[in-house]
């Protein structure tokens, strides 16, 4: 396995408030961690509990109202800095975004070209190159609607390495896929992590999955988002669908489990008085 | 009943059989084992399909209430059930068509309010499709003109002609500002709603990926918004038609509003219908065009 040397990121004191309707919602809640270089952090937590705010500070799409993130020794997201989210942090979407006009090979092809760092020659072939680890050949010229959502999930991943980012950042991708095509991505993300070692972060609510995919869990409270937990995921690598029935697994994830299961219930819980009013 | 039992245990047999020879083929030959099935000749499958194509019950309606249509009109017009008393018979328009169509008189009437229809609705796409985007794009800009759209839009624009036949000398001039007028509101408005409604996602995966907002705006919202655009296209011909024919029938010249203006005024009834008839045709023909421009623009919509 290829260990990074790059794509180290470090949150300090991060939070966020957002304003919708002149109300001040605290989202994100000093939350500070790090994800070292070549590592794969899962983030699980209720719904609305701030996860892909927190993912999008890191992608710079939001700013923080406090704190920094830094990623390899750079500031890419605090109250005081401009931001500019960019292919060392590409985002992959929950629901997909693949651009339906554009055909497999061109939304692949896309990222690099246009940035101008690689001619469409070159794009072109490294793009079939990675398709083909990918076991997607052959469908480079459909469109995106004409392939199952595991293939447009699968192409996405394979868009966003194409430029060789620092860090992949994955919001709740498989969220939308059935059990069995579900599994099968696993495999696939796993396969792809142990052979490219990148920097991985995966946002799910699924504890499960987190476990299964991750070397480290971190729980987030429900909102106001918090570090609730961190779970160190000692399961050996290469892993496959055995590894989910290995007792070592089961005992970690008793180990999450009421800790999950306590910040849904709140959130549901939340979420009834919130209809109340 | 026994009878039938073992009449349809032999054929079983038999079917068993015929399988069991055409296995050793090879090839399993379901054909042999259906007893009414029996392979078409090309001709005939030809025929089959088309006619069926042709005369199921569904498109038989389809012809009958055209055809009931036409012969309520003929009774009609035959007994002089008002308000139909002057309305000219199928019969008399079916003549005055064969008679009309022909003529260089229809052939220069059809040019002129295509050529008028062409030219306005081509400024119109050119001025409203930029400025849709603009609007769409650019906050300043939507703030800066959005209101005064939205102020002139509700005035019907048919209450534009006689301002436009004071502002423009020429006849040919306020008419095809007049189809430019019609086409326009629809064709801005729909162009705003589609860069308006492209996905979030699109535009923050597309800055994740390191674009420039020259590559949002052409790679991003400009093909997310071409299916609205083409929406706003269709809508924007169906009203340049109203407006060409609204417009030639007030301010005069050739053309097909004209013609049908003129036919009442010369009491050539039958005609008024057949012009009728012929924009209704030549707005289908527009829409026809428009349609294949968009599948040809967007292929990526026909999969869907």
């Given at each position: 396995m290829a260990k990074a040397t790059e794509g180290n990121v470090v949150a300090k004191h991060v939070s966020l408030v957002y304003d919708p309707l002149g109300v001040n919602v605290l989202a994100v809640a000093d939350c500070s961690f790090e994800i070292e270089a070549g590592s794969f952090l899962a983030i699980v937590g209720p719904s609305g509990c701030g996860k892909t705010t927190l993912l999008n500070m890191i992608a710079g799409f939001d700013t923080p109202t406090e704190g920094e993130i830094w990623v390899d020794g750079a500031c890419?997201?605090?109250?005081?800095i401009r931001l500019t989210p960019g292919p060392d942090r590409v985002v992959v979407f929950q629901h997909g975004a693949?651009?339906?006009?554009?055909?497999v090979l061109e939304n692949v092809c896309w990222g690099p070209v246009m940035q101008g760092t690689m001619s469409r020659d070159e794009a072109v072939e490294k793009g079939k190159e990675i398709l083909k680890i990918a076991g997607l050949?052959?469908?480079?010229?459909?469109?995106?609607?004409?392939?199952?959502s595991g293939m447009q999930r699968r192409v996405e991943i394979v868009r966003a390495l194409v430029n060789e980012p620092k860090i992949l950042l994955l919001d709740?991708?498989?969220?939308?896929?059935d059990a069995m095509t579900k599994s099968v991505m696993h495999q696939y993300l796993l396969d792809l992590f142990d052979a490219t070692g990148k920097t991985i972060m995966f946002i799910t609510h699924d504890l499960d999955e987190a476990i299964f995919l991750a070397d480290r869990v971190f729980v987030m409270t429900t909102r106001p988002g918090r570090l609730k937990q961190m779970i160190e995921v000692d399961l050996p690598r290469p892993r496959n669908l055995k590894t989910k029935v290995t007792d070592r697994f089961i005992q970690l994830r008793n180990e999450a489990l009421d800790a999950v299961h306590e910040e849904a219930q709140k959130a549901f819980e939340r979420g009834e008085r919130e209809m109340a009013k | 009943m026994a009878q039938e039992i073992t009449i349809k245990i032999k054929s079983e047999q038999e079917a068993l059989e015929a399988g069991k020879a055409a296995d050793d083929g090879g090839q399993v030959d379901w054909s042999n084992k259906i007893g009414a099935y029996r392979e078409y000749s090309a001709l005939e499958k030809f025929l089959r399909r088309s006619v069926r194509g042709m005369f199921n019950y569904s498109n038989l309606r389809k012809i009958l209430s055209l055809v009931i249509i036409v012969i309520l009109w003929q009774l009609v017009t035959t007994y002089k059930i008002p308000p139909f008393t002057r309305v000219p018979s199928p019969n008399e328009v079916w003549k005055e068509a064969v008679a009309f169509i022909p003529s260089t008189h229809c052939l220069m009437c059809v040019i002129f309010s295509m050529g008028r229809i062409y030219l306005g609705f081509m400024i119109a796409c050119l001025i409203g499709i930029p400025l849709g985007l603009m609007m769409g794009w650019n906050r300043n800009v939507k703030n800066f003109t959005f209101p005064t759209f939205e102020s002139l839009r509700?005035?019907?624009?048919?209450?534009?002609i006689p301002l436009s036949v004071i502002m423009f000398p020429l006849t040919e001039h306020s008419i095809v500002f007049l189809v430019f007028l019609g086409a326009f509101y629809p064709i801005v408005l729909n162009t705003l709603l589609g860069v308006e409604s492209v996905r979030a996602d699109y535009i923050q995966g597309a800055l994740s990926l390191g674009s420039k907002p020259r590559h949002i705006f052409f790679d991003i919202i400009l093909p997310g918004a071409l299916p609205s655009i083409f929406t706003g296209m269709t809508v924007g011909m169906g009203l340049a038609w109203v407006m060409v024919v609204a417009a030639e029938m007030v301010a005069?010249?050739?053309?097909l509003g004209y013609m049908t203006w003129e036919s009442y005024i010369l009491i050539a009834y039958p005609r008024i219908i057949l012009g009728m008839f012929i924009i209704g045709a030549c707005g289908y023909l527009s829409s026809t065009v428009l349609r294949y421009l968009a599948t040809k623009a967007m292929p990526w919509r026909s999969l869907f």
């Open positions: 890419v997201a605090s109250p005081s693949l651009f339906p006009w554009r055909t050949e052959g469908c480079e010229n459909e469109y995106p609607m004409n392939i199952s709740e991708p498989f969220r939308a896929l | 509700p005035i019907p624009v048919i209450s534009w005069g010249g050739y053309g």
